[in-house]
């Protein structure tokens, strides 16, 4: 039997080559030059086998798009979305192909010795499409499962091989797709709209990718912090005691007053002192401050009202996961996370740390601690302390809450001596982290001691350390002691010092690495693996730049990005965590079998192209953004967005080749010309078929829509504005083609509606069967036009394409005919709907041909009308039946982001799980997904809407329901109404919003924050406000205590200071 093993890296082969073979492999070149073959013989599953170790180098195949969408000027963008992807070998690894192929040629079986991760499986799955392709059948393919390089982890996972995971795989493949369309349509727009537009950028590539944009996000919201921030002045009370340590030694107690706190030797002849702080912690306002504080100068005796002391431990650090070792090589070691990596990876290879990629941060029960402390004891610096743990000090670790099933925590697998550089601080970084999660927890006392001087209350603390246990392995972090005097409760003294000092609110700084790298692990963004690329990638985008301090500042045309991404006001923005970080959860989905990859891929793809489109039409909002940043006007035209340069066919005017090109005013709609020609044109063009987001074009057209631009599909012909022959109006003739000359002839005019209609022809033929022919249709503004159709004109209607006074809507005013163009039972038959544009239509909707009255709400009002329907003697308007089934329609074709929620940023909520022990506890809610200045919106997950929050605006009815819908004009939903009013209602905040009382008007309806009379608000005094205990003074509160001093700051009158909270 032959083996054929394929491992990730050339060293990684070595590896396992010399554990397998303890040492007698040979070395054999191979088809590539970079990865040699091992050969060596090896017992498995009780047999003597021909085993062959070969390797990759990382991924083997690449993913791209065709070679007709390689052109960025040629191609439109927005095509990207749904272009086409081709997957093969990368061409520089072409030669690693040949090798596989040509060792597994004899393979029995193929056993995939890739990292033990996501992109491993990956990797794993394009090795095995190789080898398929030379041995499809009769030959087994397994998986080695490993996290350490060691000789013994190496024949462990020889010997317990498992099946490939192509969940992981499929995971993998969508993550690469997206990122491929996302990353590829946004960088190409980016880059070919704005960088000839500025010498800045010109020549530049501007790319987006979906980590990288929320990565440099986090960095510009703390530099805008730091460059709002606007310093106030604080004032404070600090109390001093001094007293000698000796006072209660004669009554046998220590320094916190209870006898079981031991006094440290030494310390019992010396003066103490306590340094207390206010409770108030700080005042913005001095001359209230100063009240207090004459207060307490004027009677300046203590009182202790509480003592605390007990016993208190430090608690040592859980096992060490990637993302904690790469922020602690940045803080501690000053060590870059990519280099941390890198350093991580060659001690991994080299056999001396687990696998560095994990994010389990729990050891198993059955983990041997033993024999891997033992490797440490011959260690100069640490290797005492490894002795004590095995002498009888050492401790079960404290375990964390991640397990990934697949690794350990990162834990030193065998001793290095000789070492240099970074690999050398982070491994002995990584062996004291083991050390201390294998040691007891730091034991100490702690004393608090609480006192009042005039009604005002101050505090202090004190530490003693008995027993430092993990902290003397573990130099990362620190407990230090803090000696203060024996009080008792109940106690009166006069303070040493009462003072009041002043200050001001301290600068927030940006962010060093592993401050960035613990908010892109909170919000999702990144995984262990990748963190580190994605903070590289912005450096090397020129977005960020990383400063001597190691903190992180964002370049121009970074902030120029983020603002106007976010200026753009998007449901999900662009620069924040959200998307990603629900396409990372998408990912583990997955793997757990709850989504498919086709799915996360449809739906994250329909909410970038929905984002791209958005972004398009409000190009001029992101190029602000630049200019106000780079301090001058664009220095050169924008340039037009291209498309596929594929022939479409002969132009009927001028003779010329037709192709496709993006409206100047950005209406995307997806466009593929088809292979497929038109039999009835002149020239038989190609067929073309449009694909659109349901709710975005007319009712009654069909998805996709196939049509021809040679002149016999009138709808295409409106869409593209193709200009015919003067001659004629199409090239074909047809029950299906038939079209008024006349009318056709005529161009299309628009009405005060904002409708493009052709006028009706009077050499009609009016009388005979309807004509598809004789339709219009407003493409240029989709989702607002409906088509229209030659009909009979009897009973005195207004005219083709014009609003009939025989037929009234809700509103009162003549109705219009359209016609429905989706295939199926009503295809071809006409309706009545009002004439308004689509922003201020009403609900009126009756099929023409409908028989039967209505007795509802509805058909009286039309009755009040005096309008009567002529035609077949049926009601004028529909019954509450057919208009609830028009909404159910409208409510099937919207799409599904209708019924998300919104913050009051107008941002897609994020849902959250109520943590804190009570009766909400598990409970799901929903809040502001901005991580800095969030507004405060709340709603509960299983409470409706519009209990707390506000909704779309309404349009009136007469079916007892206010219908409402989105800002897009989508139906949104209907609710019953409180009252018979039958006018349109305005979006509301929700219910409590009707009934609330604004404090500053009395006037309900709407609250502080919203009333137009805020500005003229005026108050008499600052008030003395207290602030948090932050040195950066993130909150300031009235002070709740009622003195006397307080009372006469406020009664000085005045307008209130306005301060922004920081």
Known sequence: MRILIVAEKPSQAREVAQALSHGSCRRRPGKSKTCPNFDFRYKFRNQDCEVTVTSVAGHLMNIDFGPEYKSWKAVDPVLLFEAPIVKGVHPNYVDIQRNLKQETVRTDVLIIWTDYDREGENIGAEIVAVCREVRATRMEVLRAKFSVFTPEGIHNAMCNPVPLDYAQVAAVDARMELDLRVGSSLTRFQTLRLAPRFKEVNNKIISYGPCQFPTLGFVVDQYLRVERFVPEPFWQIDVTHTKPATEHDDDGKGESGHPEVPVKEGMTNQRAHAKFTWARTRLFDRWSCALLYEQCVNHPIAEVTRVDSKPTSKWKPVPLTTVEMLMMASKYLKISSDAAMKAAEGLYNKGFLSYPRTETDQFASDFAFEPLLEKQTGDQTWGRYAQRLLDGERRPPRNGRNNDKAHPPIHPTAYAANLAGPEKKLYEMIVRRFLAVCWDDAKGHKTEVTIRISGEEFRTKGLMVLARNYLLVYPYERWSESTIPCYQRGER????????????TSTPQLLTEHELMKRMEMHGIGTDATIPQHIKTIQDREYAIRQPNDRFCPSTLGVALVEGYDTIGFDLSLSKPYLRSVMERDMKRIIKGERTKEQVIAQTVSIYREVYTKTLNQFETLEMALIKNFGHAPDAEAPALQTLPKSVGQCQSCGKATGLRTTAAGKIYIVDVLEETCQRCAGSPRLLELSYRPGSFPIGYPSPYRGCLGGCDETLTELFNVRRPSSTATSAVGPQSRVPTAAAGQPLRRYPSGQLLRPATPSADVNGPLSRNGSYSNFGNPGTAYSTLTVPANGGGGGINQPDPSVQCLCGTPAVMRVTRKDGPNKDRTFYICANPRESQCDFFQWSDAAGSSSSAMGAAAANTNATHHRNSTSLLPSTQVLNGFHQHLQASATSDTARIQCRCNLLAVSAVAQSAGPNQGRTYFKCSKSYQACQFFQWGDEPSGSNSGGGGGSGNEDGYEHKYDSMGRYA?????????????????GDWMASATCYICDQTGHIASSCP?????????????????????????????STSGIKAARGAGGPRKSRKTK
């Open 973 to 989: 939903g209907s609710v019953r109404k409180s009252t018979g009013s039958t006018a349109g209602g305005s979006g509301g905040s």
């Open 493 to 504: 003294f006069t303070p040493t010092e009462i003072k009041m000092n002043g200050g001001t």
């Open 1013 to 1041: 009379q805020k500005d003229k608000r005026t108050n008499g005094g600052a008030g003395a406000r207290s602030g948090g205990s932050s040195s950066r003074g993130t909150r300031r509160s009235t002070s709740t205590r």
